[in-house]
């Protein structure tokens, strides 16, 4: 079973029969989280996260070699408990991601909604590829003539921004080693 917070391993050691490998590789200090597990802490957070990622394209930010942010649209899904992306095979950011795994993710607002009306979701933790026969993978929606690589996203912060009356922003803010959503 999973655990609520849990020190970063990889979290597609969540292999096809739901086992975790005995290995487990550390990144520092990080605390992240699987999609499942944050959205069994905080379910409104998720809720409203995935009103506003699913079937849509949102940004993600990952780091270039010389340690800009790259940001690119992506598409994601949520399968077999976690969240993931996908990227071209051919794509720079398949090496970016493994010399540097940190990612932020960011939904976009519709373009009629200049007062922030719909609200705002980001994410961020780390990437880990999942092979094409991962659960997760097989979870994922059409299909594409070229080649993809993908990515499970660990989530080391997940905030919600929504607009006050005044559009004043009000942020709601979950990390795992917090164990609960806070304002």
Request: proline letters at 8%; aromatic letters at 10%.
């Amino acid at each position: 079973m999973m655990q609520n917070s849990i020190p970063f391993h990889r979290i597609s050691a969540i292999s096809s029969s739901g086992q975790r490998p005995g290995r487990v590789r550390r990144y520092g200090t990080s605390v992240v989280a699987t999609w499942a597990e944050f959205a069994n802490a905080a379910p409104d957070l998720a809720a409203f996260a995935q009103a506003r990622m699913e079937g849509r394209i949102v940004y993600q930010a990952t780091l270039r070699r010389d340690g800009g942010p790259r940001v690119h649209p992506v598409s994601p899904w949520l399968g077999a408990g976690l969240l993931c992306v996908s990227f071209r095979d051919t794509s720079p950011k398949l090496r970016e991601v493994a010399r540097d795994a940190r990612y932020a993710l960011h939904t976009a607002q519709p373009w009629e909604d200049h007062a922030g009306e719909y609200g705002e979701f980001m994410v961020r933790g780390w990437l880990e590829q999942i092979p094409p026969s991962h659960p997760a993978v097989t979870a994922r929606p059409g299909q594409t003539p070229y080649g993809l690589v993908h990515y499970a996203c660990s989530i080391e912060e997940a905030v919600a921004t929504e607009y006050s009356d005044d559009e004043m922003p009000v942020y709601r803010r979950w990390k795992p080693s917090s164990g609960d959503a806070t304002g």
